[in-house]
């Protein structure tokens, strides 16, 4: 499974932004996925996940409320909207994923590249 992630870029505190993350390979249809943050200076944290159906998330309190993941599995793309943003979102948010549920939060199987958020006015 290979992972590409895309749409970050520079956000008003307040805005929106939708990025996603796009899969490709054997099997990745029935991968769990996940979205990670890690903020200049910081270590990388835990932002969310989703079952390969697409039926179940988790969130980080950090972003309950405001972000919310989906998935098209015709297009085997994940995506992450993040709604409220706030400075302290500025971050390389990354895509993963892994076969395992467990795993996707806390050992993820691949890693996309990051792609940049910056929530400034």
């Known amino acids: 499974v290979q992972l590409q992630a895309s749409g970050g870029g520079l956000v008003q505190p307040g805005g929106s932004l939708r990025l996603s993350c796009a899969a490709s390979?054997?099997?990745?249809?029935?991968?769990?996925m996940g979205w990670f943050r890690q903020a200049p200076g910081k270590e990388r944290e835990f932002v969310g996940r989703i079952t390969y159906t697409g039926g179940t998330t988790d969130y980080a309190d950090s972003v309950k409320g405001r972000f919310t993941l989906s998935r098209e599995n015709a297009k085997n793309t994940v995506y992450l909207q993040m709604s409220s943003l706030k400075a302290e979102d500025t971050a390389v948010y990354y895509c993963?994923?892994?076969?395992?549920?467990?795993?996707?939060?806390?050992?993820?199987?691949?890693w996309g590249q990051g792609t940049l958020v910056t929530v400034s006015s």
């Open positions: 993963a994923a892994a076969p395992s549920w467990a795993l996707v939060r806390s050992r993820p199987t691949v």
């Open positions: 390979g054997s099997a990745s249809n029935n991968w769990h």
